[in-house]
């Protein structure tokens, strides 16, 4: 069977290799959503995050020994407390400043931290190897799926959705809703409001470097990897809504998709797909789809 | 006389260049209910918001309790057992009445406990599931002040409870404070409407232009209201 002169299996696995890219955009546009959402800031540092992410997990195996499994723990753990140094230390000092101020200054982190990485690394790609219990071929039907893409695409739905529910169906989620509205009124209520930015930056920084784990066997660690997806993990907040969770989750899978299905029927747009997309949306919704 | 659970001294307060209060004073003894009348922009919201340390730049003392606060930060204010129910009540929209109800956490022993909720606010429970937006602005005030009382506060910060409301949901209001001023608790009550004030004030402070311009008591007041009204209308 062919659709549009291309044979189903074929486009089945486009589908599932862009879901996989999917993966990856709707961690990251998460994160920064949940950033941008609580501290008011478009974090340009997210990409960073990432990269930090995938190159602890290399340097925690390099130097250490300690494998994928731990590392999938503490990269993130010490990416989320970089990103608390940074808050308490840099970003603090913005949130009664316009907006460029935030952007300026993550912008400026961007290029000190890949900047250190480089200067130790240079930016040629690091190889990581597939954990053991991951490797080999899973037989889904249609296609032969590498195991450990399929775990990729798992990992992130549960942390995608764990998130959501953390956030729209708890306590603490609701206590976070409140405090983005409203946080002089919350912090009468005897919540420390500015340790809950913290944490929340921390959060967000952490599921970037959670996707940088995730990477790691997969992509090349380098210094560069961060700034590579992060303009179209950008796009993609956009387009789903600028400080909507589900729009950034969804956004990130569906778009993940249409890139990996332009790469069948047009290859050379591939890379530019999202960003006609995010044209688009903006031109007709204003405010991406999901916004408000 | 007994112990002073509000004391505010020369309290300035400044919105950007703007002097907004100018050296107030006043103050609120335990299980007492006072009043801060005035018109609109006199200066009432600043002067809780700045004894929550929201908002508004201060000079000046505040003490709660002994406890100076000027320096704290709002959430370790809340601990002293202060809280604040906003003009616009702020309730969250997105929130059920029971998310709002549990938004703040139980900061101290002697909150009230989910029976005395419901006996004291009957409408709530029915209520529960439904969310924030849909609330009547009556509903709106009374979960504004039963999330506080549930979460421990004994001193309360209640910015004009009866404004926008229809005459018998005002006197449920009132109602509602007198038994909390009977439960012992300590109440700095907002207000421009004079016969929901006067019904459980103790004194009342009126205020103008940022500057406190007097002072009367419950008698002077039950015996002639004109001495308050005359600086509540224009
Ligand atoms: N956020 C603010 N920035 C600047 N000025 C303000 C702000 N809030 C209130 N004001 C000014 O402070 C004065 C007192 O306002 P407010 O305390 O709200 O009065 P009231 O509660 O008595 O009606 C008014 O002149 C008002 O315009
Ligand atoms: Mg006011």
């Known amino acids: 069977m ?29 994160g ?39 590392s999938l723990i503490l990269a993130p753990l010490l990416v989320g407390v970089i990103a608390i140094v940074i808050e308490r230390v840099l970003v603090r000092h913005l949130y009664d400043l316009h907006h460029i101020y935030g952007l300026l200054l993550t912008f400026g982190l961007v290029l000190v931290i890949v900047g250190i990485f480089r200067g130790f690394y240079s930016v040629s790609g690091k190889p990581y190897p597939i954990p053991e219990a991951l490797t080999g071929v899973t037989n889904i039907g249609f296609m032969y799926m590498p195991t450990y ?8 739905i549960v942390v995608c959705f764990g998130t959501w529910l953390l956030i729209e169906r708890t306590r603490l989620g609701a206590t976070l809703r409140a405090a983005i509205e409203r946080p002089d009124l919350v912090a009468t209520f005897g919540i420390n409001v500015p340790r809950m930015i913290t944490l929340t930056f921390a959060f967000g920084s952490a599921l970037a470097a959670l996707s940088g784990v995730l990477a790691a066997p997969i992509y090349p660690v380098n210094p560069l990897m961060g700034e590579s997806i992060i303009v179209v993990v950008f796009a993609v907040v956009v387009i789903g809504g600028l400080g909507s969770i589900i729009g950034s989750i969804i956004g990130g899978f569906v778009l993940g998709t249409l890139e990996g299905l332009t790469k069948v029927y047009y290859p050379e747009a591939s890379h530019i797909s999202i960003f006609i997309v995010m044209m688009i949306v903006l031109l007709v919704t204003r405010s991406g789809i999901a916004g408000k | 006389m007994s112990e002073k659970v509000i004391d505010i001294s020369n309290l300035n307060a400044f ?55 000027t320096r704290l930060p709002p959430h370790k204010i809340a601990k002293l057992g202060l809280a604040y129910c906003p003009e616009e009540r702020g309730i969250f929209a997105d929130l059920t009445v029971a998310e709002n109800m549990y938004l703040p956490p139980a900061l101290r022993q002697g909150g009230l406990g989910p029976d005395e909720i419901d006996q004291m606010f009957p409408n709530l429970r029915e209520r529960w599931k439904t969310g924030g ?41 009132a109602q509602l404070v007198v038994r909390l001023k009977a439960r012992g608790m300590t109440i700095l009550l907002v207000e421009q409407n004079l016969s929901f004030a006067k019904v459980m004030s103790d004194r009342y402070y009126v205020i103008d232009s940022g500057i406190i311009r007097n002072e009367f008591d419950r008698a002077q007041v039950l015996d002639d209201p004109g001495v308050v009204q005359r600086y509540l209308s224009l």
Not at chain 1, 6 to 28: C, D, K, R, W
């Open chain 1, 2 to 30: 062919e659709i549009f002169g291309v044979p189903l299996n074929l486009l089945l696995s486009q589908v599932m290799l862009g879901l996989i890219n999917g993966s990856f955009y709707a961690m990251l546009s998460l």
């Open chain 1, 32 to 70: 920064l959503c949940i950033i941008f959402g609580m501290l008011d800031i478009v974090n340009f540092a997210h990409g960073a995050m990432y990269m930090m992410g995938a190159f602890f997990t290399w340097m925690l195996g390099h130097y250490l020994g300690i494998g994928y499994w731990p």
């Open chain 1, 149 to 156: 893409r399929l775990w990729v695409l798992g990992a992130s």
């Open chain 2, 15 to 69: 919105y950007g260049e703007l002097h907004i209060l100018q050296n107030v004073s006043l103050h609120a003894c335990k299980g007492e209910v006072v009043s801060l009348l005035g018109r609109n922009g006199a200066g009432k919201t600043t002067l809780l918001k700045s004894v929550f340390g929201i908002g508004p730049r201060r000079k000046g003392s505040i003490r709660i309790n002994g406890t100076e606060t």
């Open chain 2, 133 to 173: 937006a849909k609330l009547s602005g009556g509903e709106q005030q009374m979960l504004s002040i039963a999330r506080i009382l549930r979460a421990g506060a004994d001193i309360l910060l209640l910015d004009e409870p009866s404004e926008g409301l229809a005459p018998a949901i005002i006197k449920q209001i």
